[in-house]
C-alpha cells in the first residue's frame, strides 16, 4: 500500500470524503482530479526535506487539492476546511499500511485558494509537512 493509498484511507475514516481504490465512484483520488465529479479531492506529494539513511523516520510534503462547482467556491473551500480541520494537529496513528503517522502539520493557517481549472470549477488547497515512521530494509528502529 503506498503512502498516498494509506493517506486516503485516513481521510475516508475521519468522515471527510470517500475513497474507493477497486471500484468506481468515491470523491478522494490520488495524485491528480479526475474529469468527474466537480466535487472532489486529491492527494499528492511533492517536494520534502533529506531522509535520514539509518532511522526510519521521514518529513513528507502533502498536497490535498479540493474542487467544488463552477458556480460556488464555498463547496471547495468547505471541503479543504474540513481536510485541514481533520489533519493539522493528528498524531500518533497507525496508517492503513502500517506507516506510523507521527504528526501531520499544515505549513498554511488553513486552505488557500488555488483558482478555477480548464472546467472554471473552484479549487483550494492544502499543505501539509507529516512526519512518518517507516520501516525498510535498510533502516530500522
Known amino acids: 500500500?503506498?503512502?498516498?493509498?494509506?493517506?486516503?484511507?485516513?481521510?475516508?475514516?475521519?468522515?471527510?470524503?470517500?475513497?474507493t481504490p477497486n471500484t468506481p465512484g468515491g470523491t478522494i483520488f490520488l495524485a491528480a482530479l479526475p474529469t468527474s465529479p466537480d466535487?472532489?479531492?486529491a492527494i499528492a506529494r511533492y517536494g520534502?526535506?533529506?531522509?535520514?539513511s539509518r532511522l526510519p523516520y521521514d518529513e513528507?510534503?502533502?498536497?490535498?487539492?479540493?474542487?467544488?462547482?463552477?458556480?460556488?467556491?464555498r463547496q471547495a473551500e468547505q471541503?479543504?476546511?474540513?481536510?485541514y480541520d481533520a489533519l493539522h494537529g493528528l498524531d500518533s496513528r497507525p496508517l492503513a499500511g502500517g506507516t506510523w503517522l507521527a504528526l501531520a502539520l499544515g505549513v498554511q493557517s488553513g486552505p488557500v485558494y488555488n483558482g478555477r481549472d480548464q472546467s472554471g470549477r473552484h479549487e483550494y488547497v492544502c499543505n501539509f509537512r507529516m512526519e512518518i515512521g517507516r520501516m525498510t530494509p535498510n533502516r530500522s528502529a
Open 1 to 19: 500500500m503506498t503512502l498516498l493509498e494509506e493517506l486516503a484511507q485516513l481521510l475516508d475514516d475521519l468522515g471527510v470524503g470517500t475513497y
Open 39 to 41: 466535487r472532489c479531492m
Open 48 to 52: 520534502a526535506s533529506e531522509a535520514d
Open 60 to 73: 513528507v510534503s502533502i498536497q490535498v487539492r479540493c474542487r467544488g462547482s463552477a458556480v460556488d467556491a
Open 79 to 83: 471541503d479543504a476546511q474540513a481536510v
